[in-house]
């Protein structure tokens, strides 16, 4: 019979993607067979599945950390927005629809029977499923007709582990002010707390652990050390992206404009993780810096908008200057739209239907269309001749006289755009940094030399992961306090 348990959080971004993630790993090196599942996420750094569907980036790394494959199961409702107040609704892996945010409110809980079915499809898959929560239990205003929190673990059957953050300040406070406003049934649910991002003696927090125990009733299953090694795993949400900074003043400096609705930038971990590589997240309002070797236009879940924001904030400038001194521009999927000459959105997708200006540096023509574009792909860069991977995740099609230039092969099909000189290029494969020869050959392009193995290099930091929650979360218990499902 399959186990469940679900870690929620206090608030938002204290670490419960990557505390899932630990003990995912630490539970398959005890040889279980074991799956991730979050029933509903927000985020535009999405995953292409095998199924042909897209789910939350965490959830593919959790499932890397189970030694699966990414299912759309494992995240069945996720939510990625494209303006202040409305998101595309991804149900299944699936495009749903668009809802605004008071809307979607109103109608979630008409999507609990696709959670609970995802659900129950991957318990019968595996050993123990942990499943993540999302934001806080505690947000008494969104507690009705909840499907991410209290109300799937209530609906399901799982019981719930706790977690603050010690760095926030205020972790007694968290916790016991979560039991405090929670519903009397969603509090016999938790089984347990713990609290993350620890630094330093862990025994100065005894004291706090032991009155967290003794004013909620709930036992401690541990205090987690900060895990310095985390900065090596793949960037889940977009408040992560300053840390993808590696600026140190020395190597190939590459400037990445963070446009509002960025998408899809886990085209820069591989990038972060080259010590010959000055990554640089540039904020906005903030100049594109003149040393720029490459500027790096990555992902965005709503193209036009951003295109908009570039000009507002003078990037567009920045990046003409810089193509006239002679510098490298790389557009992946809405940053090659952007470069082309126009961006024609004749059925409204991105707002009211029309056709605009982009920056005109690659002489190509996007026009988008409701059919999303969702796949794995493979190929190689034709310079070099080096294999590459990744997937496809977008609206539209771009075509024009730079197409004549491709600087990719893909299933065999000649893919992207380049300038004439080839200092401006773009294309729709996401993903293809990870590719360690392909991104050896790109930085030799830029003057310097690739040294990190990325793919190896996130599996290794999974492992440490894995071993660091052994030893700091109190496992035996979780296993304990997990109930039977499906």
């Known amino acids: 019979m399959t186990k469940a348990i679900m870690i929620m959080g206090t608030g938002s971004n204290v670490g419960k993607s ?87 409110g109103q109608n979630k809980e008409n999507l609990m029977p696709a959670v609970l079915e995802s659900f129950h499809r991957l318990a019968s898959r595996c050993d123990v499923i942990v499943v993540e929560g999302a934001g806080s239990p505690a947000e008494t205003n969104l507690r009705a007709g909840d499907i991410a929190n209290m109300g799937f673990a209530r609906a399901a059957g799982v019981p719930v582990i706790l977690m603050g953050d010690i760095e926030r300040g205020g972790v007694i406070a968290q916790i016991v002010g979560s039991q405090a406003v929670m519903e009397a049934e969603d509090n016999a649910l938790v089984k347990g707390f713990c609290v993350n991002k620890f630094r330093g003696d862990r025994s100065l927090f005894d004291a706090g652990r032991d009155d967290i125990a003794a004013r909620t009733g709930w036992p401690s299953l541990g205090v987690l050390p900060w895990f310095d090694l985390a900065h090596r795993l793949p960037a889940e949400d977009v408040m992560d992206l300053p840390a993808r900074s590696t600026s140190g003043g020395s190597g190939c400096v590459i400037a990445v404009p963070q446009l509002p609705r960025i998408a899809n930038f886990d085209d820069l971990d591989p990038l972060a993780a080259e010590p010959s590589v000055d990554l640089r997240m540039i904020q906005r309002d903030t100049p594109i810096p003149a040393e720029a070797d490459l500027i790096l236009l990555v992902g965005s ?186």
Not at 25 to 37: D, I
Not at 352 to 357: F, H, K, S, Y
Request: glycine content about 12%.
């Open 18 to 104: 990557m505390v899932v993630a630990g003990i995912l790993r630490a539970l398959r090196a005890r040889g279980l067979n074991v799956r991730p599942f979050k029933p509903q996420n927000m985020s535009n750094n999405a995953a292409v599945t095998e199924d042909g569907g897209e789910i939350g980036r965490a959830q593919a790394l959790q499932a890397r950390a189970c030694g699966v494959a990414p299912h759309t199961d494992m995240n069945p409702v996720l939510l990625k927005p494209q303006t202040a107040t409305g998101a595309q609704v991804i149900v299944q892996g699936k495009v749903a629809g668009h809802q605004e945010a008071r809307s979607f």
């Open 301 to 486: 879940k709503s193209t036009i908008a951003d295109l908009a924001a570039l000009r507002e904030t003078g990037w567009d400038i920045d990046i003409a200057a810089h193509i006239r001194r002679g510098g490298h521009v790389l557009g992946l999927c809405g940053g090659y739209q952007m470069l082309g000459k126009t961006i024609s959105d004749p059925a409204g997708i991105e707002g009211d239907a029309g056709t605009v200006e982009g920056l005109g540096h690659l002489d190509v023509h996007t026009v988008l269309a409701p059919l999303k574009h969702l796949s794995l792909r493979a190929g190689q860069h034709i310079a070099s001749g080096t294999a590459l991977s990744g997937y496809e995740i977008h609206l539209g099609e771009t075509t024009g006289a730079d197409c004549a230039n491709p600087w990719l092969r893909i299933d065999g099909v000649d893919e992207g755009a380049a300038s004439r000189d080839g200092r401006v290029q773009g294309c729709y494969l996401h993903g293809l940094f990870a590719s360690d020869s392909f991104r050896a050959a790109f930085l030799e392009r830029l003057g310097t030399t690739s040294s990190a193995i990325f793919e190896d290099q996130v599996d290794e930091t999974l492992d440490a992961l894995g071993e660091h929650m052994e030893a700091y979360f109190d496992i035996d218990t979780l296993l304990n306090v997990a109930a039977e499902v499906g």
